[in-house]
């Protein structure tokens, strides 16, 4: 049978310009962007992973009764932490459970990210008291980088630019992870476990440089899926090689219970931007568009 090339180029051209000039074509319903757009699926395991972290801090705090694992709520006054802290861990609780489904997972992240931006803004006033103290402003931009992944996981379903500042937000977490440890040089060396060669300084330094240049990356977007795989990596092992031993040397100790699921969960919020810029690339790769 002959076939009418000229007449299917033609066509083909044709609904190439319809796409071009009617954005609106890839706001169609889910069910639609799903069977046009199959890469959209691949921001799963990493939101998955950061859900299971939400429901696992939210299950301590109420388990431990570890009111003093929120300590910039207590600006509230003593009569009232421990209420908004049991709050803002239910609401981090069910956010982790919803987030783990596509039709809940939009809610599961608004919930999760409501109650982060929440935490890093109750570390404002104190900010303000001693802006030179870095600390304070490192204890900031930790709750604030869940906050960012949780917008990359609700930008993703709902609209690019929310998921967009998800992921400048984040960026500016690890730099802010960088300079603390650039900041508090000699205690990050301490953390680093003596036996793993070639030596503490060495890895405080190496550490702190792969923080800004992962940042660099992500922002450029240039390496930026290689910095964000190598971003979850670099904070895996910090739990996996700092926090699990000082847990099983400590486990009773506040500080070892929540560095050790914090630093696991930030490295779940990198595994989400990960998955983001993954599914970005492919919908590169296949002429669709980059969400």
Not at 150 to 170: E, H, K, L, N, W
Request: aromatic share 14%.
């Amino acid at each position: 049978m002959a076939t009418d090339k000229t007449g299917a180029a033609r066509n083909e051209n044709t609904l190439v310009v319809h796409v071009l000039n009617n954005p609106q074509w890839f706001h169609l319903d889910a069910r639609k962007r799903r069977s046009v757009n199959p890469a959209r699926t691949r921001l799963t395991f990493g939101r998955h992973i950061f859900g299971l972290a939400a429901v696992i801090f939210g299950a301590m705090t109420w388990f431990f009764r570890d009111v003093d694992i929120w300590p910039q709520m207590q600006m509230f006054g003593k009569a009232s932490h421990a209420g908004i802290v049991y709050l803002a861990a239910t609401v981090a609780l069910a956010g982790g459970i919803a987030i783990q489904w596509r039709g809940t997972a939009r809610i599961g992240a608004g919930m999760i990210g409501a109650v982060y931006l929440f935490s890093a803004l109750c570390w404002v006033p104190r900010i303000f008291q001693a802006p030179l103290i870095y600390d304070r402003w490192g204890n900031f931009f930790e709750p604030f980088s869940i906050f960012a992944a949780a917008s990359i996981v609700y930008g993703s379903m709902t609209s690019p630019r929310v998921a967009r500042i998800g992921v400048i937000c984040f960026s500016l977490s690890v730099i802010s992870f960088a300079l603390e440890q650039a900041f508090y040089l000699s205690a990050t060396a301490g953390f680093v476990p003596k036996w793993v060669p070639p030596g503490q300084m060495f890895w405080a330094v190496a550490t702190t440089i792969a923080f800004l240049l992962a940042a660099a990356a992500i922002l450029s977007g240039r390496s930026a899926l290689l910095a964000a795989r190598l971003l979850t990596v670099m904070l895996l092992l910090f739990g996996l090689i700092v926090w699990i031993p000082a847990l099983f040397a400590d486990a009773h100790s506040l500080n070892n219970r929540s560095e050790t699921l914090e630093t696991f969960w930030i490295a779940a919020a990198a595994w989400v931007l990960a998955d983001y810029v993954d599914s970005g690339n492919n919908r590169k790769n296949r002429g669709a568009p980059a969400v």
